[in-house]
């Protein structure tokens, strides 16, 4: 009997549980705790594997038609997908040229064989579009001071050397803008400046960014004009930290990332090129300065040669 009542008892409290948590008459029931949501993780930033597409590659694309054009860079952006690489380097200003019309630089005689001519189409949007289709990030892989090397390209009236012949320097290698003209140095950042206001780009790169020589007598004249109290290698260096400063600035006000190529030495960058890449790294943080990152040069057969250094790319034609 006491086992029947005791039953019976725990069959009454499980029923009037539920009653008991109704809310009495008058009182309000209070409102309804709401779910937790998940807290969002941040996404993890992309791992910078980056590829370099030179005017050695472009010399092997076909640019007579936009379809051509874009046949032969599907070819090589997917190569560089499959590779596992998530940046594109693209050459797009090798020789005071460019791979895109532009109110500064004449069309390069990649796009036809002849720099000045106007291939009918905008090869850089093409590629522009093409790498981001594929989730490839697109740098605008720039050659500041590069006019030719040797006598290679033939320059057309529109070259900056043509309409601004004081502006540039020889040496036995080829024709460069004056790194310590400050003119020079402006004009070489409002193309920046043009390149991120009217392409989706992620970044702008740089190379060759430093002095072609080592030679006193290339800019003896401009150093004695200077009045300044350094030396001549510290004031070549402060010319290039200038210009690096000025197209750092120009890139970040356009929200784009800007980036510098060092070769895989710092010595050989401070003491032979007056390229501090060390205070650059200091200065500007966004600036990828990394004295030895792994590159890759893609050709249009498809091979890949990876190297440990920048350095090891110079056993082929400086890009």
């Known amino acids: 009997m006491r086992r029947v009542v005791f039953y019976l008892f ?23 705790t709401p779910a937790p949501t998940a807290t969002a993780e941040p996404t993890a930033a992309a791992p910078y594997r ?18 051509t054009f874009s046949g032969d860079i599907a070819v090589i952006l997917d190569n560089i997908r499959n590779l596992g690489a998530t940046v594109v380097l693209a050459q797009v200003r090798p020789f005071g040229d460019a791979l895109y019309p532009s109110s500064y630089y004449p069309f390069s005689h990649l796009c036809t064989g002849q ?26 892989w720039v050659n500041p001071y590069r006019i030719q090397a040797g006598l290679t390209p033939a320059l057309c009236g529109a070259s900056p050397a043509k309409l601004h012949p004081d502006w540039v320097k020889y040496t036995d290698t080829g ?32 190379d060759d960014y430093f002095y072609p020589t080592t030679d006193p007598a290339f ?17 070549r260096r402060e010319n290039v930290n200038a ?21 895989g030495d710092p010595e050989q960058n401070y003491a032979l090129q007056y390229s501090d890449a060390a205070r650059c790294g200091w200065n500007w943080p966004s600036t990828r300065a990394a004295a030895s990152r792994t590159s890759i040069s893609c050709s249009r057969a498809m091979t890949a040669a990876v190297s440990s250094s920048r350095t090891a790319r110079w056993s082929h034609p400086r890009a």
Do not use: K, M
């Open 10 to 32: 725990i069959i009454a409290v499980f029923l009037a549980a539920p009653l008991a948590a109704l809310p009495r008459r008058g009182e309000t029931a209070p409102a309804a």
């Open 50 to 67: 980056a590829v370099w597409v030179s005017y050695l590659e472009w010399q092997q694309v076909d640019f007579s038609t936009p379809e």
């Open 115 to 140: 720099q000045g001519r106007d291939p009918g189409y905008d090869p850089l949007a093409l590629l522009v579009q093409a790498a981001h289709d594929r989730g490839l990030a697109l740098e605008a």
């Open 175 to 206: 024709a460069y803008l004056d790194p310590a003209n400050t003119a020079v140095r402006q004009y070489i950042a409002d193309a920046v400046g043009e390149l991120c206001a009217n392409y989706d780009v992620d970044g702008i790169h740089f």
């Open 219 to 235: 800019d003896a004249a401009d150093y004695a004009a200077s009045g300044t109290a350094l030396t001549q290698d510290d004031w």
């Open 243 to 263: 210009l690096v400063e000025l197209c750092h600035a120009t890139a970040r006000r356009y929200g784009v990332r800007f980036g510098v190529a060092p070769v």
